[in-house]
């Protein structure tokens, strides 16, 4: 049985099926603000979210993730989320590898 697809929102806003997103945000709080519907509406439609942040403030990123009500331990375990340092991914051997930012996977 296929499930109904509900439409996915950003900003007030209905994405359409194919997409790709940037945000360019002027503060931490005002992303926070911007994304945290949307990352806990893709947790309940069961989806995967992948967040590559600086090593700096991983833990940072991730305290906001549990002010915004968010089960970080539980989603990790359900490989529901996987948080991952952009040191590690993007700019490895201080290069973009794109093959190697796939397969390399390290949490915070």
């Known amino acids: 049985m296929q499930q109904e697809e509900r439409p996915i929102q950003l900003a007030g806003r209905a994405l359409g099926r194919e997409r790709h997103i940037c945000g360019l945000f002027n503060s931490r709080d005002e992303e926070q603000q911007v994304l945290r519907s949307f990352i806990i509406e ?15 403030r991983c833990h940072d990123h991730v ?9 970080v331990e539980q989603a990790v375990a359900r490989e529901q989320l996987d948080v991952r340092r952009w040191q590690e991914t993007y700019l490895r051997a201080d290069r973009f590898d794109q093959d190697a930012m796939l397969a390399q996977s390290k949490s915070c």
Do not use: M, Q
Not at 42 to 56: C, L, Q
Not at 63 to 71: M, N, V, W
């Open 63 to 71: 305290a906001r993730l549990r002010e915004s009500g968010i089960d």
């Open 42 to 56: 893709g947790f309940e439609r069961g989806e995967k979210a992948v967040h590559i942040v600086d090593v700096e």
